[in-house]
């Protein structure tokens, strides 16, 4: 059992206050892979220029991510510049440098082609779509996006929603996406769209999953440092359908420990720079960290009335 | 058993998304003192004019909050003027009037004195430690701040804070007062000046809680409409204190359940304007608010092991 996910594998170069990296290991492919595969048999479909370093390429198959659909193409491979202040909640983009990635198009091969799960991370909607028309009915279809697509292929997006069951995105997208202000006008919209479960992240203020049942509050990991913040949606999502797809259990319980677990996977992720801290976890400190969750938002029911 | 709430009673003229009130209801002392008086009896001091409207007296002496220290001196009622947008988070001050406020030295009635719990909501730190002289060895001292006081009386307050032990501030005041951007070192550094216990108000993202031991992360209500947010800070200090009196219990486990039912009454408060919805609760209505907040936080402890 498996979960396909289809992004970008990048090289970014990152500053923060606590210091600056150049061309590391970057991408939501690479971040979800390396997140979900403590869970689950990860396929990845991606393309890196002919530039893209050996050591990655170990390092994604050192987590047993298969790169069968990793695609190598003439040319260098995507690059991301940016810098984060002291509020790591939002990146200050310096240079986006698309280059092989321009040209993607997604090929599934044929063995990644029954993945029960599918990722579809975020790419130009009609790609996301032409994705699902390649894979044979998958179990489950998630999907996150950014402000570029909803303002630029909003239509598209729209068609490609009404085959996704889990839609992934951050506040300020729901909104955008709705034209609705109010979280829960956005989200009801949203979930009449196709969608049957929506997680709205939420940076270091948590996440909400919305149903047509129920709402979950899951809180962020409070952290001593956040060393650097980029990946941390996507590694929220390898967690989180990472998950589900282990315990092949899609109730409203065992969705809202995925999430928690996307939580878990979201605050390793930004205790270092690219997969660093992602890469070398041992699932005693991934469990202990969920209990952390536990503890962190744990209250008793009450028992008498506050009533006098 | 009572709480003692010292701060402002004003007239607020508000203008949100979906309307406008003039002269209405407002100030730290009348949010907290409505919010509470379902958990406790109070017992508030705060200053007003001539102008101060005989229906909001009756309205607080419907909720059975003893006036006594109400003073009225002549001259006009502190006013407030101001605005909300879309982000209900912040307000656009207009105009503060003071007026009798401005003059304002807290005397404390002698059937007061003896107040176990007592709340000094946001007025000058010289003024808080000047009430907490004139009362006897109280059990539970909170205190709500802000900006102008962090900028302009920053001894004071630390003064101030060597005697409290609940400190109730804002996420930004919590960064501002300690120069520490890291909400966690913000959190070490407060608890290192007096407070055992520090709540941090993140307004839609809800509340944290920090003692030595542990960290408690509440959500925010997912409203349908958030109405009017004005008081609903105090009303979330007023539902926090108010059921650590009533159950006078400070345990880590009653806290945190107090920290719920400060986020219930803030919740009620951002339904309509001024204390209109929150002067005529029901006990069933907090109480089942209270378990939507469970159901909106819970989630399962791990049966089985993640392991693969």
Redesign the interface.
């Known amino acids: 059992m498996s979960i396909l996910v289809v992004g970008s594998v990048a090289l970014d170069t990152v500053k923060t206050p606590f210091g600056q990296v150049i061309d590391v290991l970057g991408g939501s492919a690479s971040y979800f892979s390396t997140a979900a595969s403590?869970?689950?048999d990860i396929n990845l479909v991606a393309v890196v220029g002919e530039d893209f370093p050996d050591e990655h390429v170990e390092l994604m198959k050192g987590r047993n991510i298969d790169l069968t659909g990793l695609q190598r193409m003439p040319g260098k491979t995507f690059r991301w510049v940016g810098e984060y202040g002291?509020d790591l909640n939002e990146a200050r983009t310096h240079s986006t440098c698309l280059n092989v990635f321009e040209s993607f198009r997604p090929h599934i091969p044929d063995n990644y082609k029954d993945s029960p799960y599918v990722f579809l991370a975020n790419i130009d909607p009609e790609l996301q779509l032409d994705v699902l028309k390649q894979v044979n009915d998958p179990e489950l279809v998630a999907l996150d996006t950014m402000n570029f697509w909803i303002e630029g292929k909003a239509e598209a997006l729209r068609e490609t929603l009404r085959h996704v069951n889990v839609l992934i995105i951050n506040e300020a997208e729901a909104r955008q996406l709705t034209q609705e202000?109010?979280?829960?006008h956005a989200a009801r919209a949203l979930l009449s769209w196709g969608p049957w479960a929506l997680v709205i992240k939420?940076g270091s203020?948590?996440a909400?999953l919305f149903t047509s049942e129920?709402?979950?509050?899951?809180?962020?990991y409070?952290?001593?440092?956040?060393f650097d913040p980029t990946g941390a949606g996507d590694s929220f999502a390898g967690g989180f359908m990472g998950?589900l797809e282990?315990?092949h259990n899609t109730t409203e319980?065992s969705i809202?420990?995925a999430?928690?677990?996307g939580s878990v996977m979201a605050s390793f992720n930004c205790e270092n720079f690219s997969v660093q801290r992602l890469s070398n976890l041992t699932?005693q400190e991934?469990?202990q960290r969920?209990?952390e969750f536990?503890?962190?938002?744990?209250?008793?029911?009450?028992t008498?009335?506050?009533?006098?």
Chains 1, 2 share one sequence.
């Open positions: 403590y869970f689950s002291y202000y109010h979280l829960l939420r203020y948590g909400l129920s709402i979950f509050s899951a809180p962020a409070i952290m001593d440092k956040v998950y282990n315990t319980a809202r420990q999430i928690i677990f699932y991934i469990e969920f209990r536990r503890q962190l938002t744990h209250f008793d029911d009450l008498g009335s506050i009533r006098r």
